[in-house]
């Protein structure tokens, strides 16, 4: 942790929880809580639109200005599984606690069927999610000061470790958390 007003920022691929997660982490820490998708579809429109008529470049710049504006509120904040391909946001990241959530496959086909999720058209959801995955995990886990896997149990037992790594007198990362390997 670099400053107590430093954001606890959860990273991680599509449908690993970082939505459903931070806001409940936010409410038991009681802090505010952003979620960057939201406010990128907030004040531009749907993510799949934006994909289609502009493209994923434009997407991600808009994506970038939600980060800077996420992180500077502090709080938790939920970043979009590939706002860490952005060098800006992953040197901003050295400045907060960055909480990597992970998930297995078998889970996440359940969570991303049927959504509509750009990056995952055009083949099957579950092979492209594998293959982003792959691509960012090295990125993820370099960033990462926790990990907390959702794949088991309820979201709230993730929750819980989250808030007990992330309170003031326990802010020491663990070197691992439960359910890594």
Do not use: C
Not at 66 to 77: N, Y
Not at 81 to 105: E, K, S, Y
């Amino acid at each position: 942790m670099t400053s107590p007003s430093s954001a606890v920022v959860l990273i991680g691929p599509m449908g690993a929880g970082k939505t459903s997660v931070g806001k409940r982490v936010a409410r038991a820490l009681e802090l505010p809580f952003f979620d960057t998708d939201a406010a990128v579809v907030r004040a531009h429109g749907p993510i799949e639109r934006l994909f289609a008529e502009h493209g994923e470049a434009h997407f991600r710049a808009l994506e970038r200005e939600a980060v800077t504006e996420g992180l500077a509120g502090g709080g938790v904040v939920s970043l979009g599984g590939g706002a860490v391909l952005d060098a800006d946001t992953r040197a901003d990241l050295a400045h907060h606690r960055v909480v990597l959530l992970t998930v297995a496959p078998r889970v996440v086909a359940h969570r991303v069927r049927g959504s509509s999720r750009p990056l995952l058209d055009g083949e099957d959801p579950l092979t492209r999610w594998t293959r982003i995955y792959e691509e960012r995990r090295p990125i993820y886990e370099q960033l990462a000061d926790a990990t907390f896997d959702t794949s088991n149990g309820p979201l709230q037992n993730v929750v819980e470790r989250i808030v007990a790594w992330a309170r003031p007198e326990h802010a020491t990362p663990p070197a691992q958390s439960e359910g890594e390997s």
